[in-house]
C-alpha cells in the first residue's frame, strides 16, 4: 500500500514541474488584429489596446502564433483575412496562408526547456516582438519589418532558435 502512495506523490510531483505557459498576446497596433495560436488556441478579435490571455499546455510542440490582417466573419465564425487566412475560420485548427510573421514554440521540449523563435519564412505581415516573462529567461526577439535580423529568413538558419526553461511564460505583442 505504502509503494502506491509513493508512486502517486512522485507522478504528481512530476505533473507538476511540466505546466502550461501563459502567452499574453498584445495589439500595441493603431488596426484591429485577428491573432490566431496552433495547435491549441484557435483565434479571435483584437482591437488596438487589447490583450488576449492564452494558456498553452506543457508538451505543445510545432506552435504558432501569428496576426491576421483585413478579417471579416461572420456570426457562425466563418469568413476570410487579406494576410494569415486559415482556411476562412476565425478559430483556426491549421496554419495561415502566406504572407505571415510567426512566433514559433516548443514547450517542455528535450532537456526540459522551451524552444523559441520568430520566422518571416513564409513572409512578412504584421510587426511582432517574442519575449520571455519569467523564470528568469531573458530572450526578447524583434521583427518589426520583412528582413529582421531576430528571424527565420530562410529554412537552413539554426542559430535563430532561444530556448527558456521548461513553463516560462512569454508575451506576443504585434506592432511592438
Known amino acids: 500500500m505504502s509503494l502506491i502512495k509513493i508512486s502517486l506523490s512522485m507522478l504528481a510531483l512530476c505533473l507538476v514541474s511540466v505546466q502550461a505557459a ?8 493603431s488596426y484591429t488584429v485577428w491573432p490566431a495560436a496552433t495547435p491549441s488556441g484557435g483565434g479571435r478579435q483584437l482591437n488596438s489596446g487589447q490583450t ?3 494558456d498553452i499546455p506543457a508538451g505543445t510542440s510545432s506552435g504558432r502564433v501569428w496576426g491576421r490582417t483585413g478579417c471579416s466573419f461572420d456570426g457562425s465564425g466563418r469568413g476570410s483575412c487579406q494576410t494569415g487566412d486559415c482556411g476562412g475560420a476565425l478559430s483556426c ?22 524552444y523559441i ?19 528568469g529567461c531573458n530572450v526578447v526577439l ?6 529582421c535580423p531576430d528571424a527565420y529568413q530562410n529554412p537552413n538558419q539554426n542559430e535563430k532558435v532561444h530556448s527558456c526553461p521548461g513553463g516560462t511564460n512569454y508575451k506576443v505583442v504585434f506592432c511592438p
Open 22 to 29: 501563459r502567452f499574453d498576446i498584445v495589439n500595441q497596433c
Open 52 to 54: 488576449w490571455p492564452l
Open 93 to 114: 485548427s491549421l496554419s495561415g496562408q502566406p504572407p505571415l510573421t510567426l512566433a514559433e514554440f516548443t514547450l517542455n521540449g528535450g532537456n526540459n526547456l522551451d
Open 117 to 135: 523563435n520568430l520566422s518571416v519564412i513564409d513572409g512578412f505581415n504584421v510587426p511582432m516582438q517574442f519575449s520571455s516573462t519569467s523564470n
Open 142 to 147: 524583434n521583427c518589426r519589418e520583412s528582413s
